[in-house]
């Protein structure tokens, strides 16, 4: 059974640029969450996502950042018009319960 | 108060030394529990969910007291392999789905 799958697991994006991260969750999971982590700080909650439905996004920035999660293919989380400041780690992870199991994760780099 | 605290450390122990981390957490109506534990720039990992009643995997026990509003993880005859960050987890008692993160407790454990 394969695990969390994310994609790319490196991004490199000039300012101004939009990334575009890619998750696909445990085989039977519906139910995804997207995390960011700064370095050295902890993990910071940003969206949960049920197939074709946000469920909670109170920890998405207003601005630039957007997420879903198609009835077909993987969850997305798209950053319009990078910062420096988005440069970070962002870990999907997924659940069939409560329990949640994290993919490796995307770093975004932004130049 | 945060609501998810815990001691940054580091812990700096021997190989088969003994211990142990705290976390308190502040809203007295939540339910479930969980240690996760993550290495260097790579993925949180679910250690053990931390039931009522206590639970053992291993080296590895967890507890809970509800009256004190904190969770414990004991590591016995520890291994160079379980130095990393331990994160301790709540889930939000207003929102099911929800996970709040404590910042984590880093072990290193020296031969």
């Known amino acids: 059974n394969a695990g969390v799958m994310q994609n790319p697991r490196h991004l490199v994006r000039r300012r101004g640029q939009e990334a575009r991260l890619r998750c696909s969750p445990m085989?039977?999971?519906?139910?995804v969450y997207w995390y960011r982590q700064l370095p050295e700080e902890g993990l910071k909650f940003m969206v949960y996502l049920q197939k074709e439905n946000i469920i909670d996004e109170s920890g998405m920035p207003k601005e630039r950042f957007s997420a879903e999660f198609p009835k077909e293919g993987p969850s997305i989380l798209r950053i319009q018009q990078v910062v420096r400041g988005d440069s970070a780690a962002y870990f999907c992870a997924s659940s069939l319960d409560y329990e949640q199991y994290f993919g490796p994760g995307t770093r975004l780099t932004v130049t | 108060r945060k609501e998810v605290e815990q001691d940054p450390g580091p812990f700096n122990v021997p190989e088969g030394a003994t211990v142990a981390f705290n976390c308190t957490y502040s809203?007295?109506?939540?339910?479930?529990f969980f240690w996760y534990r993550q290495d260097c720039r790579k993925e949180p990992k679910l250690l053990m969910s931390?039931?009522?009643?206590?639970n053992e995997d291993g080296r590895f026990t967890a507890q809970l007291n509800r009256a004190s509003q904190y969770i414990s993880l004991l590591i016995r005859d520890s291994k160079l392999s379980d130095s990393a960050t331990y994160l301790c987890v709540v889930r939000d008692a207003g929102n099911n789905r929800k996970l709040i993160w404590g910042l984590g407790t880093s072990l290193a454990v020296n031969p």
């Open positions: 809203n007295s109506a939540s339910q479930s």
């Open positions: 931390v039931y009522s009643s206590g």
């Open positions: 085989k039977g999971h519906s139910h």
